[in-house]
């Protein structure tokens, strides 16, 4: 009797330890939405790679936030680059009551979420979505930690007018929020630096076929494309304008063609060596952290890196941080903080202007050298 007595009590005794122990415990949950589904999906995966890499470093670190040991979660949702979807998702992760998100990959997804997340006060942070319109709501909860499409616009017309010193140049977009967008930057400094504009035409991010824009093109004989889109149609593209005989036309495209994967989706066409494409940011080797953390990546997701996992991973302890330095996760508390972060990140010091965009961003031009992207 006394033996049972004792082991009760003992029982009871662990019991209350463990629900102490429990309680102390406050579980953390940040959203991450991206196309993890259809043509898109390698960007959405890469992405979700990036964020969950944060979260696991993130639980490594026993954090303790107003005196209560942080356990990081993450909830993973897909959009399919699709809008609808996008806001669906939105609409998910602010019911779910996250307390931030990673997200979205793309402008047309991102800019129609943004309302949702401003509307449900919770901050999202987006790595890749580089419209300028995403800021022009003025919505105090979104934030960009990567260069917008006039920086890329730019800085590509400046090099295929000025350095490479091309004349005529015919514009093709997928009419999305983010292909319009740069396409459109780029089409009004490369004719401000000089160059004609002889083609403009219009696809979808849906296309595969692209023979008859690319023969109403080469009839207007011009020097070099540029296209606003993602890989999925940039890489057929390529393939279709070797076959047309323009493999002397040089391509140009922002970072939705600036992967990889491009060189898988050219199929082996030689016109690959004639890309040069942009992506916001250093390239890795000029990231603060980029190499030691490519390295990291690579053993724990082997052939799955694209472009933007180490601005989801750098969104991610963004959150973090602030939530620390504001000893709050309620976002009513710490998005102060966020907007005043000055954090040195994998891919930069992140700091905020006041609306949201980052602080002097780079950006980087890249081309392709026996079928592997390589910085200029």
């Known amino acids: 009797m006394y033996l049972k007595l004792k082991l009760t009590v003992l029982a009871a005794v662990a019991a209350s330890a ?100 401003n509307d449900c006060g919770i901050p999202h942070i987006t790595g890749s979505a580089t419209n300028p319109q995403l800021m022009k709501p003025g919505y105090k909860t979104t934030f960009r930690i990567i260069a917008n499409d006039n920086a890329l616009g730019a800085g590509l017309a400046l090099y295929a007018v000025d350095t490479l010193k091309l004349k005529k140049i015919a514009v093709i977009d997928d009419r999305t929020a983010y292909g319009q967008g740069v396409a459109d930057v780029f089409k009004k400094s490369a004719a401000a630096e000089g160059a004609t504009i002889v083609s403009e035409q219009f696809t979808t991010d849906k296309a595969t076929d692209f023979m008859a824009i690319l023969t109403a093109i080469k009839a207007k004989a011009p020097d070099g494309i540029f296209f606003g889109g993602m890989d999925p149609q940039g890489g057929p593209m390529l393939r279709q304008m070797e076959q047309l005989g323009m493999g002397n036309v040089r391509y140009f495209g922002g970072d939705g063609i600036c992967t990889s994967e491009l060189a898988r989706l050219a199929g082996g066409a030689k016109i690959l060596s004639n890309v040069v494409c942009a992506e916001g940011g250093s390239s890795l080797a000029k990231m603060p952290g980029g190499v030691a953390w490519k390295a990291r990546y690579d053993a724990k997701y082997p052939g799955q890196f694209q472009i933007y996992s180490p601005y989801t991973y750098d969104a991610t302890m963004l959150f973090a941080d602030a939530m620390k330095r504001a000893n709050s996760w309620d976002p009513k508390v710490y998005l102060p903080a966020l907007l005043n972060s000055d954090y040195k990140g994998v891919t930069a010091n992140i700091a905020f202007q006041p609306n949201g965009d980052m602080k002097n961003p780079a950006i980087t031009l890249y081309t392709y050298k026996d079928g592997k992207r390589v910085p200029l």
């Open 18 to 117: 463990a629900a102490a122990s429990a309680q102390d415990v406050q579980v953390i949950r940040l959203g991450h939405v991206g196309p993890v589904s259809g043509p898109q999906a390698h960007y959405g995966k890469d992405n979700e790679n990036g964020a969950r890499m944060a979260i696991e470093d993130l639980n490594t670190q026993n954090i303790v936030i107003n005196g209560k040991k942080i356990k990081w979660e993450l909830q993973a949702e897909d959009d399919a680059a699709d809008p609808k979807q996008g806001t669906a998702a939105a609409q998910k992760l602010c019911d779910a009551k996250v307390a931030g998100v990673v997200g979205h990959l793309n402008s047309g997804t991102t800019i129609p979420a943004a309302k949702v997340y």
